[in-house]
């Protein structure tokens, strides 16, 4: 029976499922960027689905049983994982015309995406000590950023992707309450899978008349028959999506999202690692420092109390 271990109720419960399940999915970044030259975005998105569906399909039917996908308010989390696709879907075209450590250092604006949603969606007040923690990390990815006046339009897709994540998860605690995790998840899963075809079907016509690369050529090339190697890579996407994406679930439906929202900069120091690891990328001092800020404002955030409601009205 899968269902979330009572440590997550906890803040710092859930701040483990985010820091584990962020560093599980951090695989799937050097995977989509290394294979961006050859596959388009909506074929790697589609294989990813296609691999993990069984997965989360067990998941489900441990967790209670298959009947629970359509009775667990299967149209609300549809339009979560419509949300999650946006998403994904402009993180990932992003990576061809990016640094690993730029995208990613990019798109944890989410986080603070999520705190100033938080209050709007959720009506949850979020206290001035994890304002400062979250605003401390951004500190942290400008500096990573460095920017300048040398910018490229790619810059704008992992910003955006952050805005429909932090939008994504904030959702899953509005609708996702009493849902168990991997019925979320199926959902947010079958999405992908299907969304990523209709939209090749979409993108159809105009494959043949491009020819280029970078993002764009990410987005409109034609889908081809993966190698051996390639389609393990690929394949190995999918339990990573059905793990990490699990985790982050649970952790999000069991606190407020600004309590462990600044954790999921720990992506930053993966970016780091397989930047070098795999594509020669070298750390600069500025990153070092940049990663140290981050840090320091994951761990402040975390261990922060939540503001006292009764306070607040009382104020």
Known sequence: MIAAPRILSSTHGAAVAIVVGISVFSLQDPIIKALSGAYPV???????GAVALPIFTVMVWQAGGLRLLWTARPFALIGRGLLQMCSYTLYYLSLPDLPLTTTVALWFTAPLFMVALSQLILGEHQGRQRWFA?????VGVLVIVHPSADMTWALVLPVGAALFYAFGQLTVRRVGQGIPAPVISWHQ??????GAMVLAAILAPLVHDYSGGGSLGFLLRPWSL?????G?????CGPIAAFGSTLIVFAYRSVQPGAVAALEYVMMLWAVIWGFLIFGDLPTPLTIVGAALIIVSGIYAVTRPAPDPHRI???
């Open 189 to 194: 899963n079958t999405v992908y899978l299907v």
């Open 226 to 230: 993966p190698t051996l190697h390639d």
């Open 134 to 138: 979250v605003c401390l990390g951004f």
């Open 313 to 315: 009205r009382q104020s």
């Open 42 to 48: 909506t074929e790697a998105i589609a294989f990813r």
């Open 232 to 236: 393990l890579l690929l394949a190995a």
